[in-house]
């Protein structure tokens, strides 16, 4: 597998904290894309490459 993608919630601060911590990278983000609970909020597109991935895992031993 080459590329892992996801998306959040702008206002998901906790997600978007533990995707990062994981070695996820934001790539764009989509304003105001989606209509939550009566409120317009943004979708952060992030992703993850198998180099990023293997870096990480190299360092943590």
């Not at 989606?34 to 943590?60: I, Y």
């Amino acid at each position: 597998m080459h590329r892992i993608q996801l998306e959040v919630y702008g206002n998901n601060h906790r997600a978007r904290r533990v995707y990062e911590k994981v070695g996820f990278v934001v790539e764009g983000v989509r304003r105001d894309a989606a209509l939550r609970e009566g409120e317009w909020t943004d979708e952060v597109l992030m992703s993850l490459l198998d180099h990023e991935w293997a870096a990480l895992s190299s360092t943590a031993r």
